[in-house]
């Protein structure tokens, strides 16, 4: 006679849950031992997304590799030096005298957020072609002030700032890679442009800075000499810098190495803009930006990398360009800042989306990748140092190599991962964690927080969609 | 009949290794599993040192920790204001117009080790009392200058220091303790006195000081304000500084302060000044100290206290004193340093021993507490974080409580170690670990390295024996 089969339930399973924790969890509330495998479907399962990664990463790889190689090593061995400081329409390339520079990528006044709107407005009175705020606006919508994005031109500018060629400008030199970059001058702290208000108090903010700040500092640096100013960055991230959200060691390091010069400063301004100096933590920001520009634009020349070599906001949109993309630029909205502290009485719903070009610095080693290090950025993601270096950790997955100047002490002085690989932000679904202010949406109040911006997978999708076009055999 | 009883043994056995690890080594050794207890006999299993233990530990111990919670409720609670500089001669308590002052305890001029013997010749030589070193060392010989020990004086000087009544000196008032303490002020490096040399370099060193940095800080003090000391430490032990062996982020926060003011500054001399302080990533050392020194000197009026608050070297004999222990000094040989790195061309054959009075900062939750932030510290330890965090760890084991202002970022800002408890010192074995420099032990050349030294325990068991005579019944 046929036996019916007996199946044996074993006493005891291990698990090991492979994408979605569901499983893992049920399992280990029940106190089970289970081995949890973070795992997400490539290319969120887009069929086409999936498709183009599996050349990229497949057939195609080894050429992109190379590609990337040379990418890192000018993102690694470029030395920007800060040389001095001049007119931005007279050295900055392509930038004509009726021209506002704005951060991220090419957008028309009308779709300006409120903060971007007010920064050009700011900048349109304190260039003297408009008499007011109202008068500036009307200005900018007749079509007589040209808008262009600043990264197009050599230039990058942190949060809301827009520059007219009046302003002055850092002037930092890549003699390797031949260029030249450009960033305004920080602002500090309060009613300020660059945080999207257009106060009269923000506008003498910035006369001032071009009046009195420009030339102090110019004088100064050039009594000094060139500045390396990511030696400079190099000594500030093991003080817990990351170079981006917080520039207070660097900013000091820079300033006792211009404080011989700053004594002996002849212009009349020198002992005003040495108390100015003196009250702005964030003074070298700009000009790690500039130096990041310096150092993504000579990458941004190689071919066929899968490198991003551009990324930068403008409160509407967020841009990005790879090494070889060109002028294309691959758009998304611009996102909200996740993880966040606010002031007191602030908080998402009245805070501007993710605006500025600062985010360059995430693209060589800085910022985000050097979270790590930094108890400051620990502060907006959770306070433990844990967590600072779980977002370092989340850019060494996306990032195709590491720093060999910026170096982590917390984590055995491993270098800061550099280099944003498209494939493996789009494979892995993770976007570069960006460490940044938060300015208010619409009330022109400045800043109300700062913490840490996700950015969107889509502008890395459609690049990386752009990439798989442009190596295609019959492409 | 009697059947011989069979000893089985286990076919499996665990371990547990109390006190000296050879039987564990062996163990571990062979890949057996074991744990290893970190015992040491207490007090070194002498037995008057055992009964005092027990007695200050037993009967005595809420007596003591009573004493003690208010030694420590000084070392946290007190503000240091450096409020401004003065010559010493004229602040000093007690001190003569032909006194030199000079690091670590009491001792006599042919007892003094060659670097100190240097510094000294090269005060007289600056004060104007001799015309040369030779001239000088005879008229010490001679005994027409007094030598004290700066500890006695309310004063704490770094290194081989030493200084005549013409040296300008720090004066930290700490206003809740009614205590006054002073510091020198630091030369920078080279060749410098207070790292034993007394070139006509050094000497000349010690009057720039005198005659042109004094008087500018002074000047740029006075303009300024008070500095709350510790105030800034607090914000450069998050930036990596122990605030003793490194120092440079609390340097140039004080710098940064200052700038307006040294940029406003009147004295002929304020560029050169300026120079001099831009270079010098030591120059917040000294403030330090003198801060310290404001509070352990309030501690110290405590009485039946087992808490350390004088810890100084002068190169030949270590020196420790309790709160309450009042003008007793415990001495011991001063060891060599342990942990180093030495320039190269130079090691432990060719330097002096432990020197100077900075030790006072280890008695207040800075240098060796404050170790595990500091990248640079670590260097000196091995490389790695996690030496430096057992530099913390070990500091933690001796002390009666933790800093509510200095924070430790990397340990989750658990406050660093504050109050160096003698019971717990001679219990464990275990003396504290003191960040420092090294000089060289005859030829004069200055500094040859850093590391960190750990203080001899015969003092702490002497200080221990003491406090137990001064608690007992018929005392």
Known sequence: MSQTPVVELPAAVDVINIGLPLFESALRDQGRPVIGVDWRIPGGGEARTVAALSRLLGPQAARIDQANAEVLRRLNDGVPLLVGIDRAGAVIPGMGERDILHCGPSIAWQDM?????????????AEG????????????ESGDVRLA??????????????????????????????????????????????????????IDRIRFVRDKVGPVLAEALS??????????????????????????????????????????????ATAEVATFLSGNHLMFLNV????????????????????????A??????????????????????????DALYYPGFGPETSAPDIGDSAVLELVGLGGP????????????????????????????????????FRLPILDNVGTPVGVDVRKVVELGITPAVNTGIIHATAGTGQVGAGVAWAPIECFTDALLDLDRRLAPDA
Chains 1, 2 share one sequence.
């Open 113 to 125: 957020p409120d903060p971007l709107q007010r920064s050009v407005r700011a900048a349109v009175v």
């Open 129 to 140: 072609w408009a008499p007011d705020v109202e008068a500036a606006g009307q200005l900018v």
């Open 149 to 202: 994005p600043a990264n197009e031109h050599r230039t990058v500018v942190p949060m809301a700032t827009s520059i007219g060629p009046s302003a002055p400008v850092y002037v930092v030199q890549n003699e390797l890679g031949g260029v030249t970059a450009y960033s305004s001058i920080n602002q500090g702290s309060g009613a300020v442009q660059w945080f999207g208000v257009d106060s009269d108090a923000a």
């Open 223 to 268: 009594n000094h000499g060139p500045v390396d100013a990511f030696a400079l960055a190099a000594q500030g991230v093991p003080m817990g810098d990351d170079v981006h959200m917080r520039v207070q060691a660097t900013t000091n390091l820079f300033l006792r190495d211009l404080l011989p010069y700053l004594v002996r400063g002849t212009h009349p």
């Open 288 to 311: 790690a930006m500039a130096a990041a520009k310096s150092l993504v634009e000579w990458a941004g020349e190689v071919r066929e990398s899968s490198i991003v070599t551009t990324m």
């Open 313 to 338: 906001r403008n409160g509407t949109t967020y841009g990005v360009r790879l090494a070889g993309s060109g002028d294309d630029w691959f758009l998304a909205p611009s996102p909200p800042i996740q």
């Open 370 to 405: 050097a979270a790590a290090n930094s108890p400051a950025v620990a502060g907006f993601l959770g306070g433990r140092m844990s967590h600072a270096i779980a977002a370092t950790r989340s850019m060494q997955r996306i990032c195709a190599g590491e720093s060999p100047r």
